[in-house]
């Protein structure tokens, strides 16, 4: 066993997909540069949006606002209102596909297709709380303007469009004629709400908004003297910054890394989130083992035409192959069925690769927010992290690898990762009502 773990450690390192290249230090300082150098409005692979969205106003009570939640696969559309006891009420919940996740739309269809998905909430406000996982430029309106697709959403007449704007146009074509107000934020920034409205008992020193599930991305608040490229905002006052966090760029990437991003449809884009996030990390998994498959004497002939029959690999099948690699109701363990168990063995240690590559990503962008927010020295008030997504708490090991990461690098820090039932859209709801 040991010899199959050397040969894999060997095949990652000729590979440049060790996790051992990436140096911690070296990437958290490049990643809070990138961020600085975002705020000021020079060129960065970080776009550190402004988001408008106001963190200190209380949320008013038995008020329904309408929440909509467009994420990497889904499209859920729900009512909230907030009890006397401020607990979140969430009612005609219902889930769809994301438009334009299974073929091209045009922007009369994406926009059209979500206006028809909010039939059975249309009456219930004149507020929308709309959580847009994509990245968008957000005015003072809180209107936001469509920058570019993530995640293989294919809907490129969108870009460049005001999504607030459209979506109204497009209630309006239904026949439906009272006026309604949309707040357009990003799910990290809805997630930071969600903890912070989550947690009104507790004293944190201030809150960052974590994803990782289809995409990546992570959000904190910031002074805004601070975001120097804006220069008509309150320098008394504070905002949520969305980072885009999946475009960073000053990373080293392996070869197989960048013959994978050139298959994609936005090659160049997202290479930080097409290294970690669920969208990507099962394919980037298969790429990897038909890589290996290559190899001498690291995977049997029997296996390596097994993989070769596999078109697609889901983050979800890896993970079963994890929890059970002899299962033969996942497309590994019948893989490695064919084989013999030096087959699984080497399988998992390749996976088990990526997985550490991973875990050891998202510590670098979380630790980067946290010291960038100049908060958490003070024990009795850490930084609370609200993390969201199936990627992180759903693959195995990734969560406890991460905390292991944060806990040797961040030893002068103190925060807490926490998690909110249906964070995106008790966010939205408050971003709608309170902006």
Same mark, same amino acid.
């Given at each position: 066993?040991?010899?199959?773990?050397?040969?894999?450690?060997?095949?990652?390192?000729?590979?440049?997909?060790?996790?051992?290249?990436?140096?911690?230090?070296?990437?958290?300082?490049?990643?809070?540069?990138?961020?600085?150098?975002?705020?000021?409005?020079?060129?960065?692979?970080?776009?550190?949006?402004?988001?408008?969205?106001?963190?200190?106003?209380?949320?008013?009570?038995?008020?329904?606002?309408?929440?909509?939640?467009?994420?990497?696969?889904?499209? /859920?559309?729900?009512?909230?209102?907030?009890?006397?006891?401020?607990?979140?009420?969430?009612? =005609?919940?219902?889930?769809?596909?994301?438009?334009?996740?299974? /073929?091209?739309?045009?922007?009369?269809?994406?926009?059209?297709?979500?206006?028809?998905?909010?039939? =059975?909430?249309?009456?219930?406000?004149?507020?929308?709380?709309?959580?847009?996982?994509?990245?968008?430029?957000?005015?003072?309106?809180?209107?936001?303007?469509?920058?570019?697709?993530?995640?293989?959403?294919?809907?490129?007449?969108?870009?460049?469009?005001?999504?607030?704007?459209?979506?109204?146009?497009?209630?309006?074509?239904?026949?439906?004629?009272?006026?309604?107000?949309?707040?357009?934020?990003?799910?990290?920034?809805?997630?930071?709400?969600?903890?912070?409205?989550?947690?009104?008992?507790?004293?944190?020193?201030?809150?960052?908004?974590?994803?990782?599930?289809?995409?990546?991305?992570?959000?904190?608040?910031? /002074? $805004?003297? $601070?975001?120097?490229?804006?220069?008509?905002?309150?320098?008394?006052?504070?905002?949520?910054?969305?980072?885009?966090?999946?475009?960073?760029?000053?990373?080293?990437?392996?070869?197989?890394?960048?013959?994978?991003?050139?298959?994609?449809?936005?090659?160049?884009?997202?290479?930080?989130?097409?290294?970690?996030?669920?969208?990507?990390?099962?394919?980037?998994?298969?790429?990897?083992?038909?890589?290996?498959?290559?190899?001498?004497?690291?995977?049997?002939?029997?296996?390596?035409?097994?993989?070769?029959?596999?078109?697609?690999?889901?983050?979800?099948?890896?993970?079963?192959?994890?929890? =059970?690699?002899?299962? /033969?109701?996942?497309?590994?363990?019948?893989?490695?069925?064919?084989?013999?168990?030096?087959?699984?063995?080497?399988?998992?240690?390749?996976?088990?690769?990526?997985?550490?590559?991973?875990?050891?990503?998202?510590?670098?962008?979380?630790?980067?927010?946290?010291?960038?927010?100049?908060?958490?020295?003070?024990?009795?008030?850490?930084?609370?992290?609200?993390?969201?997504?199936?990627?992180?708490?759903?693959?195995?090991?990734?969560?406890?690898?991460?905390?292991?990461?944060?806990?040797?690098?961040?030893?002068?820090?103190?925060?807490?990762?926490?998690?909110?039932?249906?964070?995106?859209?008790?966010?939205?709801?408050?971003?709608?009502?309170?902006?």
């Amino acid at each position: 066993m040991d010899s199959i773990r050397e040969k894999v450690a060997e095949f990652f390192r000729n590979n440049g997909m060790d996790h051992e290249r990436i140096d911690m230090d070296a990437s958290v300082k490049a990643f809070l540069l990138e961020m600085e150098r975002g705020l000021r409005g020079e060129p960065s692979s970080l776009q550190m949006l402004p988001t408008h969205i106001d963190v200190e106003k209380e949320i008013p009570v038995e008020t329904p606002v309408i929440v909509l939640d467009a994420g990497g696969t889904n499209f /859920r559309a729900a009512t909230i209102h907030f009890g006397r006891d401020g607990k979140p009420i969430i009612e =005609n919940y219902e889930k769809f596909p994301m438009p334009g996740i299974h /073929r091209e739309l045009t922007k009369e269809e994406f926009f059209t297709t979500m206006a028809g998905y909010m039939r =059975n909430v249309m009456e219930s406000s004149s507020l929308i709380g709309f959580c847009f996982s994509y990245p968008a430029e957000i005015f003072p309106n809180k209107d936001g303007k469509l920058l570019e697709f993530s995640k293989e959403i294919k809907a490129p007449e969108v870009v460049g469009q005001l999504i607030g704007t459209n979506l109204l146009e497009a209630i309006r074509a239904t026949g439906y004629r009272e006026e309604k107000r949309v707040v357009i934020l990003n799910d990290t920034v809805a997630t930071l709400l969600a903890g912070r409205a989550a947690f009104m008992n507790r004293i944190f020193d201030t809150f960052i908004g974590f994803i990782l599930g289809t995409g990546t991305n992570s959000s904190y608040i910031e /002074r $805004n003297s $601070n975001i120097i490229k804006c220069r008509d905002l309150d320098h008394t006052r504070r905002q949520i910054i969305n980072l885009e966090a999946g475009n960073f760029s000053k990373i080293s990437r392996g070869k197989i890394d960048i013959d994978f991003d050139v298959t994609m449809i936005n090659p160049g884009q997202y290479t930080f989130e097409k290294m970690i996030s669920g969208a990507y990390f099962g394919v980037l998994c298969l790429v990897t083992l038909r890589e290996a498959a290559r190899e001498k004497g690291l995977i049997s002939r029997a296996c390596r035409d097994e993989l070769r029959k596999l078109e697609t690999l889901g983050t979800s099948e890896v993970n079963l192959f994890l929890e =059970n690699p002899w299962s /033969r109701d996942n497309p590994l363990g019948a893989t490695v069925g064919r084989g013999d168990e030096s087959d699984a063995i080497a399988l998992y240690h390749i996976i088990d690769g990526l997985i550490e590559r991973a875990a050891k990503l998202t510590a670098i962008n979380l630790s980067s927010v946290v010291i960038k927010s100049g908060k958490g020295e003070n024990p009795c008030r850490p930084v609370c992290i609200t993390a969201e997504g199936s990627t992180f708490y759903g693959l195995k090991t990734l969560k406890t690898r991460v905390e292991c990461y944060l806990r040797r690098y961040l030893s002068e820090r103190y925060y807490e990762i926490v998690n909110v039932d249906n964070a995106t859209l008790i966010g939205a709801a408050i971003a709608g009502l309170t902006n």
